[in-house]
Structure formats: C-alpha cells, structure tokens
C-alpha cells in the first residue's frame, strides 16, 4: 500500500512585522520623532481654540470733574458741571450712577486751601443727582442749593461721581463762593405786552425788598432774558447789553410768527462789588403777528422815451425790513378809483425799478406803486406819477 504524501500549509505572510532598526537608522529615528512633535504641536495651535477678533479696549468713563462752576442767584447758588460720558453699560461698575454734592461752610478767614481728606471730614452731603437726571442730560448738569441767607459766610462745594458698585471717585474742583444776604426779591412782569412794527414792548413792577426780608431792594437795575417757546431755560446772555435803570424794555430783535418767553432779574450789589442777579420774574410768552403794513412807497419818478418806446419808473426802496416786494398800476385816467387801474407786473417785483413797454406814441400814462411785506400786509398807495410818451 503505498504512503501519501503529507500537505504543507505555507503560513500566510504577516500584515505587520517587528524589525529591529540597525544601529545605523537611529538618527534618522531622532530625527523623525522631533518632526512628529512639531506637526503635533501646531496642529494643537491652531485646532485646539478658535480664533476670535481681537477685544476692543476698555474706556473708561471719566470719574471726576474739574469744571465745576456756579453763581448766587437770588438765595439760591446754582452749580453746573459738564455732564459725563456715558460709554459703559449701566450694570457696569464704570456707570456713573450718581453724583453726590457736597457743601462746606467756611469762615472768610479760613485758609483758601485745603486737602480732600479735610473737606471729606467736615462738608455735608447736600444732596445727589439721580441716575435718571445723568442719563437725560445733555451737555451740563444743573444742581440748585437753595440758602438761608442770614450772615455773609464763605461756601465751598464739590461733586463726586458714585458708579454702579458704590465706589466713589475723588471730589470735583472746589468751588469758593461768598454769597451776599442781602440779594433783590424779582421784579413782577406784566402780561400786557405791546407789540408793534418794530419792537415787543416790555414792563415790569420793581421789587419792594430783598430775600433776607431787608428793605429796600437792593437794586442796581434789570437784565432781561429771552427764549424760544420750545426751549426749557431762558438764554445766557441778557438781551440788553448793561443792566437797565427803566422799568421797560423794547426788543427789537424779534420775528414775526415766533413764540418767545420772556423773564427779568433784578441786579443787586454782591458781596466784594460785583453784581448779583435775583431769581427769575414771572415768565411771560408773546407771540408777535405781523398785522402791519409798511408805510406807502415814495412817490415814483416816470420817465418817457420814443427810443425805445416805453416809460421807466424809478422809486426808493422801502426801508422796513420785512418788505419782499411791489406791486405796479397804471391807468390812463387818474380819477378812476385806485383798485381799478391796472397792474403792471404779473409776480411780485423785487427791485424798485420797472419799464413800461406796452405804450402807445402820444399818450398820457399815471402810475402808482404799492409795497408787500412777508406777511402779505400791502402798504397804501404810493402818489401818482405820470408822463407822456412822445
């Protein structure tokens, strides 16, 4: 019986084999290693975050003033500040969301500089300014100490800005101000106001004492103010240019159609000479309507050609400022009533010259002129002037 033959299976290659590197590839080794790191580690550079637009910086919202200023007016001193800026949100502890006011009473003789840490000492918190009024206002901020004027005193104030965590910043500059008692009560504006062409025509009663209950009033004259209807605070400056020793006052820089408001001050002698204004007047709103015609245009002069056929006129201008125009008529009869003569020009003119073109040889022309105002007032007739065409 004969023997088989046995069956050898070749083992199937290995996927993966061990080799042992030779002594010679291990820098090479090294070398690919180091290389494998650096991928690594930029790879985790730029995937391990992502990449985010560079912050913008932080502003910081101004924590103190150095333009704190004020004046006495009647008993009452008003200070005023530039309102800050608001670049923080509110809930941010760099929101300002107060402004407290500090008064320190002083004797004249108390030296003029002093440290923070004494005025901190010794001023009295007055009062504060909500974040409310921070927020609305607009370029200054406004505080009103109301006094109790007995004695002449030296007062020293200061604002500091509280912000959203109660943190207070330094003081403000120091305001000095010697206030005088003995300040004008307001005058008392009348409400009959008269109005003509050129002016609005202004009277007031003079006051009879001053705020400390002293008589007579101290009084060195009037200053009058003047302010849109929509404007909350009369302006700044006085209308007239020194204080007035009349109890009236004529405004002749009015317009017509606007609505102003009115108030007067009494100037009173303050403490060391200079002049203190009282409280305000009454406040009294006019509002001027123009009703007034201007007045009749000088007499024109005609002057006839025959070369060219026509009749120029010439006139002097009218002198009131409002005027913006005139009106030319003419008529062959000089006894036909004036509204039925006919006019000449077909819009308004604005010079205060005109030429006749449509003439006839031989004819008698009369011609008067009227002048027309803004408003649409329509003055009288000028006097009739006339001239042949030869």
């Not at 800005?161 to 120091?174: D, K, L, P």
């Not at 030429?355 to 040889?361: C, F, L, M």
Request: glycine share 4%; hydrophobic share 40%; aromatic share 8%.
């Amino acid at each position: 019986m004969r023997k088989k033959n046995p069956v050898h299976i070749r083992p199937e290659p290995a996927a993966f084999q061990l080799v042992h590197p030779r002594a010679s590839d291990k820098p090479f080794e090294t070398l690919r290693a180091i290389l494998l790191l650096l991928i690594l580690a930029a790879l985790c550079s730029s995937g391990c975050g992502k990449r985010r637009p560079p912050l913008p910086p932080v502003e910081s919202v101004p924590q103190r003033t150095e333009l704190l200023s004020g004046v006495q007016r009647g008993n009452q001193i008003m200070l005023v500040w530039p309102a800050p800026r608001r670049n923080a949100p509110d809930e941010s502890v760099q929101s300002i969301r107060r402004i407290d006011v500090f008064r320190l009473a002083e004797a004249f003789d108390d030296p003029l500089s002093l440290t923070e840490e004494e005025f901190s000492a010794r001023a009295t918190l007055i009062g504060s300014v909500p974040f409310e009024s921070i927020r609305g206002a607009d370029d200054s901020i406004t505080y009103v100490d109301e006094l109790t004027l007995r004695e002449p005193v030296r007062l020293r104030y200061a604002v500091r800005y509280v912000n959203a965590s109660g943190q207070r910043a330094s003081f403000s500059n120091f305001l000095l101000i010697e206030p005088a008692p003995s300040v004008s009560q307001p005058p008392l504006l009348s409400s009959e106001v008269s109005i003509t062409q050129n002016a609005v025509a202004l009277r007031w009663q003079a006051p009879s004492g001053n705020v400390d209950g002293s008589t007579p009033a101290n009084l060195l004259g009037y200053n009058v103010y003047r302010a849109a209807r929509a404007q909350n605070v009369p302006a700044q400056t006085p209308l007239n240019s020194a204080p007035l020793n009349a109890n009236g006052y004529s405004d002749q820089t009015f317009d017509f159609g606007e609505e102003y408001v009115y108030v007067v001050r009494a100037v009173s002698l303050g403490t060391g000479g200079a002049p203190v204004e009282s409280l305000n007047s009454n406040a009294v709103a006019v509002k001027p309507i123009d009703t007034f015609p201007p007045a009749a245009p000088a007499t024109p002069t005609a002057a006839a050609s025959s070369s060219p056929l026509r009749v120029s006129l010439f006139f002097a201008a009218n002198t009131e400022r409002d005027v913006v125009g005139y009106n030319i008529f003419r008529s062959e009869d000089p006894s036909l009533p004036k509204e039925l003569w006919t006019k000449l020009n077909r819009s308004l003119l604005e010079r205060n010259t005109f030429q006749d073109d449509n003439v006839q040889r031989g004819t008698k022309y009369f011609y008067y002129v009227t002048a027309v105002d803004n408003a649409g007032n329509v003055s009288a007739p000028s006097e009739v002037t006339f001239d042949t065409v030869p």
